[in-house]
């Protein structure tokens, strides 16, 4: 890349990968740029890894800026961090200033070819750095430290690797944080045809256990966002209903499921209102809810009943249908049971004195019979009618 006059300026340790061989590949060159024609000045790259030349404002630099990242990796390498990034500090100012100022001392357990390579590529005057005199890389190659590597060797990938990563496996850890990006070197930029024809030889291998790992991720992600949307819904549609009931003798709301579809197989959730007198179950977007009137019901069940795996409120009817409902949450499906059955209790005794009250007047048998078939009540005979002034 320096041959070509490509300034790398965002080396650190998260953007060398592995291959499936174990050969080291350089990923992430979106803060690559050229300097052939002109050299950059934006302070870019991760911090930590800059150099003091481009952390200063309006300074050019060069290549000599991915020497001095290289020598920020290789600690970060030894020591699990930046050598301008002590105690784990997180404050990027403070990082910065440190890499300005700061002269780094390198641990006693450093050996001394290795201490010397250090000193060499963190050196903050580049005229001194390794690296920049002149030679490139090959002053790096040269170094004591390498002293028996044989890079030809190295360049053919003729090393056994120390490590293989086991075959398909993804193991890319998320950077500590992204890399600074100079938004003067992309803005305005698109990829035309001729860009994308760069790539159309390239082979594209994708693993399936990489597809599964990224499928759930963006899965996740999805359900996430509509988990919050229907939370953030069912919240308004909840605050109209207690804006509703405010003034109403609504004794409970809230959300419910109730056992539907075809054959009774299948859960369907409803925004419920129990009154003295009924049980309204709305539906999304309908306007008419379902009724369920407290006089047809002839029995709530007194203990929670088992059914799909779930613990039910089952309603029998006088027609002997069966209404199942239930609640995910146990709180609150002790406390709709409790509800369901002290409303209808009280519907009952209401009808058991419409019907002693109606039996007065009536006859007692056929004023049980029309309020227990539902029909209205006959007429009161003139002959029974007594006069507002008390005459027949």
């Given at each position: 890349?320096?041959?070509?006059?490509?300034?790398?300026?965002?080396?650190?340790?998260?953007?060398?990968?592995?291959?499936?061989?174990?050969?080291v590949?350089?990923?992430?060159?979106?803060?690559?740029?050229?300097?052939?024609?002109?050299?950059?000045?934006?302070?870019?790259?991760?911090?930590?890894?800059?150099?003091?030349?481009?952390?200063?404002?309006?300074?050019?630099?060069?290549?000599?800026?991915?020497?001095?990242?290289?020598?920020?990796?290789?600690?970060?390498?030894?020591?699990?961090?930046?050598?301008?990034?002590?105690?784990?500090?997180?404050?990027?100012?403070?990082?910065?200033?440190?890499?300005?100022?700061?002269?780094?001392?390198?641990?006693?357990?450093f050996?001394?070819?290795?201490?010397?390579?250090?000193?060499?590529?963190?050196?903050?005057d580049?005229?001194?750095?390794?690296?920049?005199?002149?030679?490139?890389?090959?002053?790096?190659?040269?170094?004591?430290?390498f002293?028996?590597?044989?890079?030809?060797?190295?360049?053919?990938?003729?090393?056994?690797?120390?490590?293989?990563?086991?075959?398909?496996?993804?193991?890319?850890?998320?950077?500590?944080?992204?890399?600074?990006?100079?938004?003067?070197d992309?803005?305005?930029?698109?990829?035309?045809?001729?860009?994308?024809?760069?790539?159309?030889?390239?082979?594209?291998?994708?693993?399936?256990?990489?597809?599964?790992?990224?499928?759930?991720?963006?899965?996740?992600?999805?359900?996430?966002?509509?988990?919050?949307m229907?939370?953030?819904?069912?919240?308004?549609?909840?605050?109209?209903?207690?804006?509703?009931?405010?003034?109403?003798?609504?004794?409970?709301?809230?959300?419910?499921?109730?056992?539907?579809?075809?054959?009774?197989?299948?859960?369907?959730?409803?925004?419920?209102?129990?009154?003295?007198?009924?049980?309204?179950?709305?539906?999304?977007?309908?306007a008419?809810p379902?009724?369920?009137?407290?006089?047809?019901?002839?029995?709530?069940?007194?203990?929670?009943?088992?059914?799909?795996?779930?613990?039910?409120?089952?309603?029998?009817?006088?027609?002997?249908?069966?209404?199942?409902?239930?609640?995910?949450?146990?709180?609150g499906?002790?406390?709709?049971?409790?509800?369901?059955?002290?409303?209808?209790?009280?519907?009952?005794?209401?009808?058991?004195?419409?019907?002693?009250?109606?039996?007065?007047?009536?006859?007692?048998?056929?004023?049980?019979?029309?309020i227990?078939?539902?029909?209205?009540l006959?007429?009161?005979?003139?002959?029974?009618?007594?006069?507002?002034?008390?005459?027949?």
């Amino acid at each position: 890349m320096h041959k070509r006059h490509i300034v790398y300026r965002d080396l650190k340790p998260a953007n060398i990968l592995l291959d499936e061989h174990g050969h080291v590949r350089i990923s992430d060159l979106g803060l690559a740029c050229d300097f052939s024609k002109k050299k950059p000045h934006a302070s870019v790259g991760t911090h930590g890894y800059m150099a003091p030349e481009v952390l200063s404002k309006g300074t050019g630099y060069d290549s000599s800026a991915d020497w001095f990242s290289f020598g920020c990796m290789l600690y970060k390498l030894l020591k699990g961090h930046s050598p301008f990034r002590q105690h784990k500090t997180k404050d990027k100012h403070e990082i910065d200033r440190m890499t300005l100022t700061m002269n780094v001392e390198l641990p006693e357990s450093f050996s001394p070819s290795l201490k010397s390579l250090l000193e060499g590529l963190l050196q903050r005057d580049i005229n001194k750095r390794l690296g920049c005199k002149g030679r490139g890389a090959d002053e790096v190659k040269e170094h004591v430290f390498f002293a028996g590597i044989d890079w030809q060797q190295v360049y053919h990938q003729k090393y056994t690797p120390p490590l293989i990563p086991p075959r398909g496996e993804v193991n890319a850890a998320d950077a500590f944080d992204i890399g600074s990006f100079d938004e003067e070197d992309t803005k305005g930029i698109k990829l035309t045809e001729a860009d994308q024809a760069q790539y159309k030889d390239f082979p594209l291998v994708i693993s399936e256990r990489w597809q599964s790992e990224v499928a759930e991720t963006v899965f996740e992600t999805i359900n996430q966002e509509a988990d919050k949307m229907e939370m953030k819904k069912k919240s308004k549609q909840k605050q109209k209903f207690d804006a509703d009931e405010k003034e109403s003798d609504c004794i409970l709301h809230g959300y419910i499921k109730k056992l539907g579809g075809p054959f009774a197989s299948a859960w369907q959730t409803r925004y419920a209102k129990l009154y003295p007198n009924r049980l309204e179950l709305h539906l999304e977007n309908s306007a008419k809810p379902e009724m369920i009137l407290l006089d047809t019901v002839e029995e709530v069940s007194s203990d929670f009943v088992s059914i799909k795996s779930e613990q039910c409120i089952v309603l029998r009817t006088r027609n002997d249908t069966k209404i199942v409902l239930t609640n995910t949450d146990e709180i609150g499906l002790k406390e709709w049971a409790l509800s369901l059955r002290s409303a209808h209790k009280c519907s009952q005794e209401l009808l058991a004195s419409m019907a002693k009250k109606a039996g007065k007047i009536y006859g007692t048998d056929g004023a049980k019979e029309s309020i227990a078939l539902g029909r209205p009540l006959p007429a009161a005979s003139p002959a029974l009618t007594r006069a507002p002034n008390g005459s027949n």
